[in-house]
């Protein structure tokens, strides 16, 4: 096996939002035919859009999956990954677009003193 720079990315990137503030992300090795070499780690690049600035989380391989933490609530996250060899970085996935959550507590709050304040609990023993 000759060694040099992976020449695909990690295939069938996947990602998911857990909560208001993280997303967890699945992929698939990077075939065999490849990796030309021995594949450490996968990098994980993350970044919310529009423009917010990369942020980039290592996982140690086999591991193929990750939860990015500490997002912003209802944000669209460009999630890309890429794998390395003692040779040199490989090609970076196709971009998945995730959206954390709403964390909806704040706004049933908002509704509720809306409603009292309009009279609707009134009759009501609440």
């Not at 030309?36 to 996982?59: F, M, N, R, W």
């Not at 959550?101 to 009759?123: A, I, M, Q, R």
Request: glycine residues 6%; negative net charge; hydrophobic residues 35%.
């Amino acid at each position: 096996m000759a060694f040099s720079r992976p020449n695909a990315p990690p295939s069938n990137v996947q990602g998911h939002s857990t909560s208001f503030t993280s997303i967890f992300v699945q992929l698939s090795n990077v075939p065999a035919a490849d990796q030309h070499g021995v594949i450490p780690s996968y990098a994980v690049t993350y970044e919310a859009l529009p423009g917010d600035s990369p942020q980039t989380k290592v996982v140690s391989a086999p591991t193929t999956n990750v939860t990015l933490t500490g997002l912003n609530e209802f944000t669209n996250y460009s999630i890309k990954v890429f794998v390395s060899t003692l040779k040199g970085d490989g090609n970076v996935s196709e971009p998945v677009i995730v959206i954390t959550d709403e964390d909806s507590t704040f706004s049933y709050v908002l509704d509720y003193y809306d409603l009292k304040k309009e009279g609707y609990f009134n009759n009501m023993n609440l």
